[in-house]
């Protein structure tokens, strides 16, 4: 009862406290569904109680907030049934629709005492989000604009989005790492650390996008990385302003997040995701095959007709060598047949005409026995006259012959190989033996080069094919 002080009732505060829990328990008699954002959970492991704080937002500002508790009995259940429907727990940042009963008492003040959350609801509500963001991408006209850039040939240049302890960060590091030792792949990555869900996720994964931005031309691609979790670790990736920064973004933006069942929104604007980071990784490392294999079909068949090709030209080359062997071994034979055949004219002529001569002589001399003087005179006259004749018939063929030696000496000459290397060529010597290709050499041989005054030994340093003629 109050007292009466002075004509005046003064409560103690227990009193008004009282009358406030009676008055609210006539008010609210009942348990009601309330919808509300539960802004923290405030779960006591040691208790296994909860004291969540309730919120409702508009535009993005707080215009409710109320405490409430949790029983840890109803807690168990609570949280039981969001494993079944939803594969993750009750946690922080959700929105939820709650059976409730107004409570106050005088030592903890008004609070709602939670009995029962539709888990429903919670995934419904992710939907909506989901829905509302790809409506509004898609109404901007900015839905596809990442998927449109094209993807690189080889993204040897990525940007990670992740947190360094998260699972699913190690799996595509290990995949990159497996793939260097197995191919020789090399990829350059750098990691930009964030958090991976809820608010936090929405604050710091922009933030390093524009981190990124400012050093754009360093990257291919920018990748998203997370491990797997329950349903409500992925409502931030269906967020309107972080599924637009993506789809804005002026690099391809590729996504392993870890999840298997409906695509967020971020995923379907990304140019390129996966189900897993391991899925991501792999992905990179088939683009690297599809490049590799014909690459590597193409060097055996380049290596196989440059192989033919030096093969033909050898045999080619050695024919002709051949060909210069015989021709040449027939003009030297044909020349010195020539020789011996003009020899053996020129003295069957001298001969001819020293027999002619000696014919003339006698029957000259026959006749001077039987004529007089003047016939031996007559006889004299004649021999003087043939003997020039004689000797200019000679001469003249003499000089004709030697004339044509001369020529064939001089031929003979010039295709003597010390005139060869006086012209400026040299032969080059590998152990006693003559090096006609560049595949009988290797780094390091010794050279014995013969040129037209002296030798030079050398010694191999660098090989390169023969040039295209």
């Known amino acids: 009862m109050p007292e009466i002080i002075e004509d005046r009732k003064i409560y103690t505060l227990l009193e008004v406290s009282q009358g406030i829990q009676a008055t609210i328990a006539r008010k609210f008699p009942e348990a009601y569904w309330i919808k509300a954002e539960m802004n923290k959970l405030g779960f006591y492991a040691q208790s296994g109680h909860c004291f969540p704080e309730l919120v409702e937002k508009k535009d993005g ?29 009750l946690k922080d940042g959700i929105k939820i629709l709650f059976l409730a009963k107004v409570e106050y008492t005088p030592d903890y003040g008004l609070k709602l005492r939670i009995l029962d959350i539709d888990p429903a609801f919670t995934l419904g509500d992710f939907e909506r989000e989901r829905q509302e963001t790809i409506k509004r991408l898609q109404q901007e006209g900015i839905f596809n604009r990442n998927k449109s850039l094209e993807f ?46 809820g608010d936090k996720a929405l604050a710091t994964i922009p933030m390093q996008l524009d981190r990124i931005l400012r050093v754009k031309d360093h990257f291919d691609i920018v990748a998203i990385i997370r491990g797997g979790g329950g349903e409500l670790t992925f409502a931030c990736y269906n967020n309107y302003e972080l599924s637009k920064k993506i789809a804005n973004y002026p690099l391809p933006v590729v996504t392993g997040i870890g999840h298997v069942t409906n695509m967020t929104v971020v995923d379907m604007v990304a140019n390129q995701s996966a189900i897993t980071p391991t899925k991501l990784a792999e992905f990179f490392i088939q683009r690297f095959h599809n490049f590799s294999v014909p690459v590597q079909e193409a060097e055996v068949s380049i290596k196989e007709q440059a192989r033919r090709s030096v093969a033909d030209a050898k045999s080619k080359f050695d024919a002709e060598v051949k060909l210069f062997r015989s021709v040449t071994t027939n003009m030297l034979l044909k020349n010195n047949n020539a020789v011996r055949e003009n020899s053996q004219s020129v003295i069957r002529h001298s001969q001819f005409i020293f027999t002619s001569a000696k014919k003339t002589i006698l029957q000259s001399a026959q006749n001077i026995r039987k004529d ?98």
């Open 61 to 89: 500002k707080i215009i409710a907030r109320l405490d409430a508790f949790i029983w840890k009995t109803d807690y168990l259940n609570i949280n039981k049934n969001f494993k079944t429907v939803l594969n993750d727990e």
């Open 152 to 197: 690189p040939m080889l993204p040897k240049r990525i940007a990670i989005i992740s947190d360094m302890d998260s699972r699913g960060y190690q799996d595509f590091i290990n995949v990159f790492d497996a793939a260097k030792e197995s191919w020789g792949y090399n990829f350059f990555h750098m990691l930009f650390t964030a958090s991976l869900q």
């Open 372 to 469: 007089t003087l003047s016939h031996l005179k007559q006889l004299n006259l004649l021999v003087q006259n043939y003997i020039p004749r004689i000797n200019n018939g000679n001469k003249i063929i003499i000089k004709e012959k030697k004339s044509e030696l001369t020529g064939i000496e001089k031929n003979i000459s010039n295709m003597n190989p010390k005139n060869v290397m006086k012209r400026g060529y040299s032969i080059s010597l590998l152990n006693g033996k003559a090096v006609t290709n560049f595949n009988e050499l290797k780094k390091g041989d010794e050279l014995r080069t013969l040129l037209y005054e002296g030798n030079v030994v050398s010694t191999v340093n660098s090989i390169s094919k023969p040039s295209e003629q």
